[in-house]
């Protein structure tokens, strides 16, 4: 019986009585794509439990730029970044490729790299989690203290590239960023699981450096929302890896069965049902929510 009242509490942690939308905006270096206003419908975040996907392409150490194939003596962190690239073709693939040309180019003398990146669509693996990757802007320093960034003038902490996993993730014009931050907090779960992490380990590029990195997500203020997602999935994969949760929407004009709204109605009303399997039981819990008038 506890088990069932923990699986009830996990469907409200869920659940919203109101849906939250809003209009922000994204933002890419070229000029034509430097700010984009975007909208976010709204969405049940829908626990699939689900593991991730992972397009894993590591790039070679042939000339030690983008992949210096130095070893972490720990992991203390997942830094979250996004591209800055916003350009409709500037998804996951591309930059996947786009370090990969680094990496083969003999005559590059850029170091930059990351461990992932997140589109809409998927998770891109292009270093092993175990490697130390020049992402975040804090040089060589151990983690574990802080230091004076002269370039933002501000005090950061320590440990962004030695000591962390570096995630991009995408804002190309037209994608769907709300589905980019569902995917990324389902790896930044599984990475928590793999290096024993708690939720203050989830650190901004800004907390290394002082950059106003991810851009996107601070501007939008959708950090705190970032969280919850993340918080949802570690607890979905840590407390209920023996469950099954079957979402179906019963009002599927508004909502799809994945929890995002499609059609928005202002102060529409979207039902849904969740059919939970446990220890050979099934039971059905159904939910009512209503959708706040579009800011």
């Known amino acids: 019986m506890k088990k069932w009242q923990e699986i009830e ?37 829908f626990y699939d439990g689900k593991e991730t996907i992972r397009d894993i392409d590591i790039l070679p150490d ?30 996951g693939k591309a930059h996947k490729h786009w370090l990969m040309n680094m990496a083969n180019d003999k005559e ?52 962004g590239n030695l000591n962390s996993v570096g995630i991009e993730t995408c804002v190309n014009f037209g994608s769907d960023y709300t589905r980019t931050m569902r995917n990324t907090a389902k790896l930044v779960a599984e990475l928590m699981i793999e290096f024993d992490l708690t939720i203050d380990a989830i650190k901004q590029h800004n907390d290394f450096s002082g950059k106003d ?16 997602l993340v918080k949802i999935e570690h607890l ?10 079957n979402w179906k929407s019963l009002t599927p004009e508004i909502i799809d069965n994945t929890g995002k709204i499609i059609n928005h109605i202002n102060n529409g009303q979207v039902d849904y049902e969740v059919e ?7 039971r059905k819990y159904q939910f009512t929510g209503y959708l706040n008038h579009l800011s």
């Open 213 to 228: 990195c991810p851009m996107t997500m601070r501007h939008a203020n959708r950090w705190q929302e970032f969280l919850h």
């Open 9 to 45: 509490q996990f469907l409200k942690l869920i659940h919203q009585d109101h849906i939250e939308n809003q209009k922000y905006y994204m933002f890419g270096y070229q000029e034509e794509y430097k700010k984009m206003e975007v909208v976010n419908l709204g969405y049940i975040p």
């Open 236 to 245: 979905g994969k840590t407390r209920f890896n023996d469950v099954v949760f």
């Open 62 to 91: 042939l000339y030690k730029k983008n992949r210096p194939s130095i070893l972490k003596k720990c992991t203390k962190y997942i830094c979250i970044h996004d591209t800055a690239s916003g350009a409709p073709t500037a998804d």
């Open 108 to 159: 590059n003398q850029n170091s930059v790299s990351w461990h992932f990146t997140v589109d809409e669509g998927g998770i891109f693996q292009h270093l092993p989690t175990d490697e130390v990757a020049h992402h975040a802007g804090d040089g060589y320093r151990e983690w574990g203290n802080t230091y004076f960034n002269t370039t933002y003038n501000r005090t950061c902490i320590t440990g």
């Open 276 to 282: 939970v399997e446990y220890n050979n039981e099934k």
